[in-house]
């Protein structure tokens, strides 16, 4: 089976491979294909990679390519997790927002926006051309903003792309260690969007067992969530919202903590990835003792100006191995094997959620077989949840249409409707500067 990865450069793409390494089933992945554009990174991935397969017997081969349709003819699988524009253009993203007072990550408020704008037109361009050389292919994405992007690309693909996030993953986790369950044996009442989403209930063995958690305030302030939104604020909401909700429950912390921070959360990357694909050019260089310091450091500085505002501390060490690509490559098996099992993706509505229409693109609990992800029915958000979720997907729709039309009136428009845009003014403003730092947004008229 071949895999192609585009982004195959990306500093994590070594995760997934790393995960492929132990599978020994029928149908695996024999062959890994990675496409970048640039051919630094992806020669500097490609050692980490060799290393990784050193002494494992059946290790799938791995090639590499900067021609995206070479890369994406025969494909049986595509992970697309591409950065357009690449860290530089996130620390752009996010200082261009908070020298206007509003929050910049990447996936949320402006930043979010700013980059949906760049990656939404390449994006768009990767489904049509999976549609017409390698159409049996299965889609994964991993690009941010993952919802928007997949919504973008199911356009073209319907619902055979999906996408993926670990951050679900992660809090359901977390959540049932906490209550003493086994994370494989609990059922995760999770619905919302990408990053703005809600854990209900968790229920194992027919119990729902999250009552139990929210009424004790010792166990709600034990973990990354509880620590992050303080028990106080989970109680009254009845449930417990993904860590990305921070930004908006805590926004003037938020921005003040960022604001004052020595550098932006995309800065640090790009300064830290940018010492490792350097130390890459040295021919003596443990490529992945490298990688591994690298991945250490970006994992346990994650979100940490949240935390420093929230008073959270320091990540608890099960927190520090990522999972993104173990949700990836669960997919891919159950689809490849018809193995069906349950994960959280992001997939069309399909009347899921009634207060969004059918093309939406949500992040809920879906059963996956050979035929691809199904979401489960759920049952209604609250108003304040439902809120947020309808002014979020508004402002999406408002994206996909400026990324369609070009018109910088309609992208003023996505920025001026987002819940953490206080301003037209300031929307304006914004397009502005995004227009004038990102060379990819030119096309805005």
């Known amino acids: 089976m071949r895999l192609t990865i585009l982004g195959g450069g990306g500093f994590r793409v070594p995760l997934v491979y790393g995960a492929l390494l132990g599978d020994r089933a029928e149908g695996r992945v024999t062959q890994v294909v990675l496409h970048d554009l640039d051919a630094g990174r992806l020669s500097a991935v490609a050692r980490v990679l060799a290393e990784q ?11 590499v390519t900067t021609d995206l349709d ?35 990550q990447e996936t949320v408020g402006a930043g979010g926006i700013a980059y949906g704008l760049r990656t939404v037109p390449v994006a768009v361009d990767i489904a049509q051309r999976v549609a017409r050389l390698a159409p049996e292919a299965w889609v994964i994405n991993f690009t941010n903003p993952a919802g928007l992007v997949t919504e973008a690309m199911s356009r073209h693909l319907g619902d055979r792309v999906i996408g993926i996030c670990d951050s679900p993953v992660g809090l359901g986790r977390r959540i049932a260690k906490v209550l003493g369950a086994s994370p494989r044996e609990a059922w995760i009442d999770y619905v919302g969007l990408n990053h703005l989403g809600w854990v209900r209930g968790l229920r194992v063995a027919g119990r729902d067992e999250l009552p139990r958690l929210l009424a004790d305030p010792e166990l709600l302030g034990s973990f990354e969530e509880g620590k992050l939104f303080g028990p106080e604020w989970l109680q009254a909401l009845g449930a417990v919202p993904n ?34 694909y350097d130390e890459m050019k040295r021919p003596d260089a443990a490529a ?5 310091r690298t991945r250490a450091e970006r994992e346990a500085t994650y979100m940490s100006e949240n935390r420093e505002a929230a008073g959270a501390g320091e990540r608890d060490a099960d927190d520090l191995s990522g999972g993104y690509e173990k949700v990836a490559l669960a997919l891919m098996r159950a689809i490849a094997r018809d193995e069906r099992t349950t994960l959280i993706l992001n997939v069309r ?43 979020v997907k508004a402002v999406e729709r408002e994206v996909l249409s400026a990324a369609e039309s070009g018109s910088r009136t309609t992208a003023v428009k996505a920025f001026a409707l987002h ?9 304006r403003r914004l397009v502005d500067g995004y227009t004038s730092v990102h060379p990819g947004l030119t096309y805005l008229e």
């Open 53 to 63: 397969a050193a002494g494992v017997p059946g290790a799938p081969e791995v090639t």
């Open 70 to 104: 070479e890369a994406l003819r025969g494909a049986d699988f595509v992970f697309s997790a591409i950065r357009v524009g690449g860290l530089e253009g996130r620390a752009a993203d996010e200082r261009v927002a908070l020298d206007q007072g509003v929050l910049g």
């Open 243 to 276: 860590e990305y909700l921070h930004y908006y429950y805590f926004n003037r912390e938020a921005v003040r903590a960022y604001q004052e921070a020595e550098k932006t959360r995309g800065a640090f990357l790009r300064d830290q990835q940018a010492r490792f």
């Open 288 to 292: 992945l003792t490298a990688w591994d």
């Open 349 to 391: 509505n399909r009347g899921t959620l009634s207060v969004l229409d059918t093309e939406a693109v949500i992040e809920v609990p879906c059963l996956v077989d050979a035929n691809g992800a199904h979401p489960v029915a759920v049952d209604p958000l609250p108003d304040h949840a439902t809120g947020l979720v309808c002014a």
């Open 419 to 427: 819940p953490l845009v206080d301003s037209v003014n300031v929307a």
